[in-house]
């Protein structure tokens, strides 16, 4: 993989994880080292995204918007509780964390009215419209501010109206 195409590090994340388990920063030069160590020998199917700077004042933050039927009953903004470590001490430690939903750190969850992320959730949903439900992972790039669908999550485990995340989410709103 070439580093002036995909830039200095890259996330590698298994096809089938969740809550940010096994999602790997490497330098994009090492990725092939690491191919045995990241896919368990071949025993786990991986994904490669290009790495987005997506801190907001060095805290990695992502938005969630959840859609039923193609609309958006809330989005919200997470981020860490605190300051991510320089990006090349994560990408040496072989367990170094690098998912912006990873709860190791502490989470501080609010509800987010942003309409271009909004805009962006819908029409991320459009693109499944078998998915009646579904919740699109958001990123901003910290330096260009665009934004980008990082994945989407159609198995059920979105709906936080009823969930023990709603107490966190929606108390705060």
Request: aromatic share 8%; hydrophobic share 35%.
């Amino acid at each position: 993989m070439d580093p002036a195409q995909w830039g200095r590090y890259v996330i590698a994340k298994p096809l089938h994880g969740a809550k940010g388990r096994d999602v790997y920063l490497t330098q994009t030069t090492d990725l092939s080292t690491r191919s045995s160590e990241l896919t368990l020998n071949d025993r786990r199917t991986m994904s490669i995204q290009p790495y987005i700077e997506h801190s907001e004042n060095g805290y990695p933050t992502e938005y969630r918007v959840l859609t039923l039927l193609g609309r958006v009953p809330y989005s919200a903004r997470n981020s860490w509780a605190v300051a991510r470590q320089p990006l090349g001490e994560i990408a040496a430690n072989p367990n170094g964390v690098i998912a912006s939903n990873n709860k190791n750190f502490g989470r501080l969850r609010k509800v987010w009215d942003d309409p271009e992320i909004i805009a962006l959730g819908e029409q991320a949903a459009s693109a499944f419209p078998e998915c009646p439900v579904l919740g699109a992972d958001v990123l901003r790039d910290a330096g260009t501010k665009k934004l980008y669908v990082m994945e989407v999550n159609p198995t059920g485990k979105v709906w936080h109206f009823s969930s023990p995340s709603a107490i966190n989410l929606f108390s705060r709103a």
